[in-house]
């Protein structure tokens, strides 16, 4: 039987058990929360997420765990002990979380089994709309989960609510700047348009591999920190970038409706570059 395990601290517990009392459930909301894509056992982009997993810690003054070494061994080595514990040989959504525990910092993993593929595009386009019923803070907190969980929250109720399966986000000065989870791109007139750094937006690490991906598809890409709900109305296609299930393409955004043509080319060049990437390392060892 697949499934049914979490690690916590190095050790499996079954994932019904209870972990946390009552008046320790305080100490998740302090922590960080950071996902990332597997194949065939091993982080895709080991080092862009492992780096961000740093810096997203830095960002809420949380140590890392003593043994969590600059090259994140020990994140490789609990993946894949929690991979092969759960039977989840081939693809696979695992979610971190660092939060403050009584002697330093916890760790807990938590996976799920997700179709192979090195990023496969979904095969049905989402139905999305844009979020206007509140707008992103400007803190320190912006690149990461901690910066958005609760906006998240109040907009996947919307979402639920208008049958629909994301939203775009606006920042504080009415920008767009990211979806739920996820970040975005859209193409027009072959150029490739992805929220900035100084667009407030949550960052999907596979936004920087997205952008490569697209140049290596002959698209140039535009970081734009003022993305317009009027230039999404404009645009050919659509799709959200998720740091595990890799280029979602939007099908339509209220009642405007989008192609898939490029946002396919640039995913078979994502699709590419993984697979390289992990053969690389595999060849080192």
């Given at each position: 039987?697949?499934?049914?395990f979490?690690l916590?601290n190095?050790?499996f517990?079954?994932?019904?058990?209870?972990?946390?009392?009552?008046?320790?459930?305080?100490r998740?909301?302090?922590?960080?929360k950071?996902?990332?894509?597997?194949?065939?056992n091993?982080?895709l982009?080991h080092?862009q997420?492992?780096?961000y997993?740093?810096?997203?810690?830095?960002?809420?003054n949380l140590?890392?765990?003593e043994?969590?070494?600059?090259?994140?061994a020990?994140?490789?080595?609990d993946?894949?002990?929690l991979?092969?514990?759960n039977k989840f040989?081939?693809?696979g959504?695992?979610?971190i979380y660092?939060?403050?525990g009584?002697k330093?910092?916890?760790?807990?993993?938590?996976?799920?089994e997700i179709?192979?593929?090195?990023f496969?595009?979904n095969e049905?386009?989402l139905?999305?709309?844009i979020?206007n019923?509140?707008?992103k803070?400007?803190?320190v907190?912006n690149?990461?989960?901690t910066?958005?969980?609760f906006?998240?929250?109040i907009a996947?109720?919307k979402a639920?609510?208008?049958?629909?399966?994301?939203?775009?986000?606006l920042n504080?000065a009415?920008?767009?700047?990211e979806?739920?989870g996820?970040?975005?791109?859209f193409?027009r007139?072959?150029v490739l348009y992805?929220?900035?750094?100084?667009?407030e937006g949550?960052?999907?690490v596979?936004?920087?591999?997205?952008s490569?991906?697209?140049?290596?598809?002959?698209f140039?890409?535009?970081?734009?920190?003022?993305i317009t709900t009027?230039e999404?109305?404009?645009?050919?296609?659509?799709?959200?970038?998720d740091n595990a299930?890799?280029?979602?393409?939007v099908?339509g955004?209220?009642?405007?409706?989008?192609?898939?043509?490029?946002?396919?080319?640039?995913?078979?060049k994502?699709?590419?570059?993984?697979?390289?990437k992990?053969?690389?390392?595999?060849?080192?060892?």
């Amino acid at each position: 039987m697949k499934g049914g395990f979490v690690l916590y601290n190095g050790k499996f517990f079954r994932a019904d058990e209870k972990l946390f009392a009552g008046n320790e459930l305080f100490r998740l909301e302090a922590g960080i929360k950071v996902w990332f894509r597997t194949e065939d056992n091993e982080i895709l982009f080991h080092e862009q997420n492992y780096a961000y997993l740093c810096a997203a810690t830095r960002a809420v003054n949380l140590a890392l765990p003593e043994d969590f070494d600059l090259a994140g061994a020990r994140l490789r080595r609990d993946v894949s002990r929690l991979l092969n514990k759960n039977k989840f040989y081939l693809a696979g959504r695992v979610v971190i979380y660092l939060f403050p525990g009584m002697k330093g910092t916890d760790v807990l993993l938590t996976a799920e089994e997700i179709p192979r593929g090195f990023f496969p595009m979904n095969e049905n386009g989402l139905l999305i709309d844009i979020f206007n019923e509140g707008k992103k803070s400007d803190t320190v907190m912006n690149p990461y989960e901690t910066g958005s969980r609760f906006l998240w929250m109040i907009a996947a109720a919307k979402a639920q609510s208008l049958r629909r399966q994301n939203m775009i986000l606006l920042n504080h000065a009415g920008f767009c700047c990211e979806g739920i989870g996820t970040s975005f791109g859209f193409i027009r007139e072959n150029v490739l348009y992805v929220p900035s750094e100084k667009s407030e937006g949550y960052k999907v690490v596979l936004t920087e591999m997205v952008s490569e991906a697209a140049r290596q598809a002959g698209f140039m890409t535009v970081e734009n920190d003022r993305i317009t709900t009027a230039e999404l109305e404009k645009a050919e296609e659509v799709f959200l970038i998720d740091n595990a299930l890799g280029i979602q393409w939007v099908m339509g955004i209220g009642n405007r409706r989008y192609y898939n043509t490029k946002t396919f080319e640039i995913v078979k060049k994502l699709q590419l570059m993984a697979q390289n990437k992990k053969a690389f390392r595999s060849a080192k060892g």
